[in-house]
């Protein structure tokens, strides 16, 4: 019996999304449409046409549900209409600005008002440490709606802006998956997920995991931070992350996003392959693939 696929990390690029790039890219007086010509990708239309675009595309590949990402801060709403409209087809993650002044008011309303179930953090790109206490107080508002914490460590590249030449300030120190955990382990209800394990920080984050029963690896993307790590295989990582966390602690994500590429099989196909080589047991794949996100967000 095939396995039923639950995917972890798909981006909700939205209108907003479009014309926020717009924006800077070209000015205030810049279009969406400038942006989907110059990136070669489709214009999203109204939230609620994109989430029906994903859900034919989620058929066509037998997935079942999805996280979809609001990928800019202030684009929870977008998701929020997403998942009010396939509620069982989607899980709702928005991206989190922890060290801006209306960071708790917004992670209140998205995990309450809008019922979305997961921040996701990316210190790199907004400059603040992953033990800050900032961080701690989102946290809190994590726990208190029984919510989820993504947290984006190690290195960190946002393809749209690269490919329209916008800069992307970073700091990558901050990305630091033992500082994750160091905050991570005083909210032991809240469960925590680091993409792409931990994105060239993967010692890192396989420590952190360690330490820290909460932390999740999701295994999205095309894993190309293997090259940080002389000699090291996506398979490799398989092996190394499911003897350090087990196979409760890996979630199956692609990092999905823009169409008319649409849900990425070649990553998920590659993810197959690297289990097919370790030969683990269908039960293992099955909690990779599908269970253990079933589990996070039920």
């Known amino acids: 019996m095939p396995i039923t ?31 989907a010509v110059e990136l070669g990708w489709e214009l999203p239309g109204t939230p609620e046409g ?29 998701v929020a209409t997403a998942v009010a409209k396939h509620a069982k087809r989607f899980v709702g993650f928005f991206m989190l600005n922890a060290a801006a002044p209306d960071a708790l008011d917004r992670a209140k309303r998205a995990f309450g008002e809008l019922g979305l179930r997961c921040a996701c953090l990316f210190p790199a790109l907004h400059r603040y440490r992953l033990d ?27 393809g749209a802006r690269v490919k329209l030449g916008l800069p992307m300030l970073l700091d990558l120190r901050l990305g630091d998956p033992l500082a994750l955990a160091a905050t991570a382990v005083q909210f032991p209800t809240v469960p925590v997920i680091v993409p792409h394990f931990g994105a060239g920080f993967f010692r890192e984050a396989l420590m952190a995991a360690d330490a820290c029963p909460t932390i999740h690896l999701d295994t999205s993307s095309s894993n190309a931070w ?22 409760d602690r890996l979630v199956f994500g692609t990092d999905s996003s823009f169409f008319p590429r649409g849900w990425n099989r070649v990553v998920y196909g590659a993810q197959r392959t690297a289990l097919h080589e370790l030969g683990v047991e269908a039960v293992v794949s099955e909690k990779i693939l599908s269970r253990n996100f079933e589990r996070i967000f039920p």
């Open 226 to 247: 293997v090259k940080y790590t002389p000699g090291l295989t996506l398979t490799e990582a398989f092996r190394r992350a499911l003897a350090v966390a087990g196979p």
């Open 50 to 78: 994109l989430a029906d675009r994903w859900v034919a595309e989620m058929d066509r590949n037998d997935v079942s549900r999805v996280a979809l990402i609001a990928s800019f801060p202030g684009d929870e709403e977008s």
């Open 132 to 158: 800050d206490a900032r961080v701690a107080k989102v946290f809190e508002i994590a726990a208190a709606h029984r919510g989820a914490i993504f947290a984006h460590c190690g290195y960190l590249s946002v």
């Open 5 to 35: 696929l639950q995917d972890t990390h798909c981006h909700f690029f939205s209108a907003r999304f479009f014309a926020a790039l717009a924006r800077e890219k070209y000015g205030p007086a810049g279009t969406a449409e400038q942006v």
